[in-house]
Nanobody, 125 residues
């Protein structure tokens, strides 16, 4: 069982920045592909970004490319999402997720095995 705990969400003005963190339990973190997803009110959960086990490979949704950066620190069992130039349309609950069996990073939520409880990000205009 893997427990994921997100933090760092909050209220920010458009154009501002936030850094989300996701801390994972256990000793196998470096073997997990990690992803960030988000869900806005009335919308389906959507992919934001993902990072490979070593951090050497990353991928982003087109809507956040160039503004968000995913990274990880395997020594701290933590994955980060640096969010810059935030827009009101980035408002959502952000979830981190762990894929414990993949070699490749995925944008598909069904491939992720464990999920955090989510952290709210609100961007005011």
């Amino acid at each position: 069982q893997v427990q994921l705990v997100e933090s760092g969400g909050g209220l920010v003005q458009a154009g501002g920045s936030l850094r989300l963190s996701c801390a994972a339990s256990g000793r196998a973190f470096s073997r997990y592909t990690m992803g960030w997803f988000r869900q806005a009110p009335g919308k389906e959960r959507e992919f934001v970004s993902a990072i490979s086990r070593t951090g050497s490979s990353t991928t982003y949704a087109d809507s956040v490319k160039g503004r968000f950066t995913i990274s990880r620190d395997n020594a701290k069992n933590t994955v980060y999402l640096q969010m810059n130039s935030l827009k009101p349309e980035d408002t959502a609950v952000y979830y981190c997720a762990a894929d414990i069996s993949a070699w490749d990073i995925s944008k598909e939520s069904y491939k992720y095995d464990y999920w955090g409880q989510g952290t709210q990000v609100t961007v005011s205009s």
